[in-house]
């Protein structure tokens, strides 16, 4: 019965973030704006993952999307350096 709540209350998260990154409008600085729903987005489908126990890919995934988001966030700023 927890697990069902859990699950459904984080698809609901997954949902909406989802649209907020589909119809979110095109503006400066929309590369950290998007990041941020996609972590909300990756924290939601890390507690899927410990409700199924599935703990250590939980922590993959806990321990790989930061640093991915880093490297993304980064390579923007480096390169709006670039055209200036």
């Known amino acids: 019965m927890f697990d069902d709540i859990v699950l459904i209350i984080a698809s609901i998260g997954i949902l909406l973030a989802s649209f907020r990154l589909w119809v979110e409008k095109d503006r400066e600085k929309m590369v950290y704006a998007r990041l941020h729903i996609t972590g909300v ?14 703990y250590l890919l939980a922590l993959t995934y806990l321990v790989l999307v930061p640093f991915s988001a880093h490297a993304i966030a980064n390579a923007d700023y480096f390169d709006e350096l670039k055209k200036q």
């Open 41 to 54: 987005i990756d924290i939601a489908c890390i507690v899927i993952l410990l409700v199924f126990k599935q």
